[in-house]
Nanobody, 120 residues
Framework: QVQVSDSGGGSVQAGGSLRLSCTAA????????ITWFRQAPGMERETVAS???????TYVDSVKDRFFISRDNAKDTAYLEMNSLRPDDTAVYSC??????????????WGQGTQVTVSS
């Protein structure tokens, strides 16, 4: 089973920025979709952002124009750049990968999660 690792979380004040990273064991070239999820205490898991193999991206409305997902295939890494962070962005963020396009939501492996805490 492919191993996925996510990292980069931390504690910041409102308005701050963080960049999360998601890596997976080879073969990275077979990965079509990379998606970031988040789950706050007592809340359901939420899909935050996705990037497909062709570079197309989708975002949940609450993070549009603040968060940016990207992938660097040369480094076998995907990123979630988070700007203008708000306290309601506080959650555990996890990435997941799929060998099919994002709309199919057929995820095969998940990272362990990284905590993001935003204070007011």
């Amino acid at each position: 089973q492919v191993q996925v690792s996510d990292s980069g979380g931390g504690s910041v004040q409102a308005g701050g920025s963080l960049r999360l990273s998601c890596t997976a064991a080879r073969p990275w070239a077979k990965i079509f979709c990379i998606t970031w999820f988040r789950q706050a205490p007592g809340m359901e898991r939420e899909t935050v952002a996705s990037i497909d193999r062709d570079g197309s991206t989708t975002y949940v409305d609450s993070v549009k124009d603040r968060f940016f997902i990207s992938r660097d295939n040369a480094k076998d890494t995907a990123y979630l750049e988070m700007n203008s962070l708000r306290p309601d962005d506080t959650a555990v963020y996890s990435c997941a990968i799929s060998y099919t396009y994002c709309p199919f939501r057929d995820f095969v492996a998940w990272g362990q999660g990284t905590q993001v805490t935003v204070s007011s």
